[in-house]
């Protein structure tokens, strides 16, 4: 997977969330992903809104820095909760092909009644937000946030206008 350098960002939809950070944000889901560690809810509430916060903006880009933030995770796990952070295999980073937009975003879009989004809309979103949608459509995940997303993104419901607000 190639990780990409991200300005901290908490979308509209987490709001309900990010202040307390009782909630993984995506931000830091996409570093955990970079860094191919599964962060638990249950470790996740173990940690200090500084410690969180801190996890949502260290720098996660270059080897060197993803090595860092790898590292620092697995100490902090270690100290707050006792326990070895459990690895993931590699990821599949399907919001990093802009080709096509995946299958389980284009369904998980008709199941709330968009109609089905455009290369030129799924190009245009930035990869944190394309990184979201594929999150949010997978299963596992309560689907309140997907339209919540799209409609943060400027995709609408409807057969009439689906397009990336200007």
Known sequence: MKPHA???VYFDFENDFVDTFRCIPMIVRYKLDTCLIKLKLPEWVKLTVEEKRELATRPCFTETEIARYRRFLIQLVAERCGKTVSELPPVDASW???EEV????QHKAAEFNFVPLTIRQWIQFD??????LVKLSRSGHEGKNFPRALNEFGIQTGRNYTSIRS
């Open 127 to 132: 990869v944190l937000q394309r990184f979201a």
């Open 6 to 8: 991200l300005e901290t």
């Open 102 to 105: 995946p299958d389980e975003v």
């Open 96 to 98: 990093d092909a802009l």
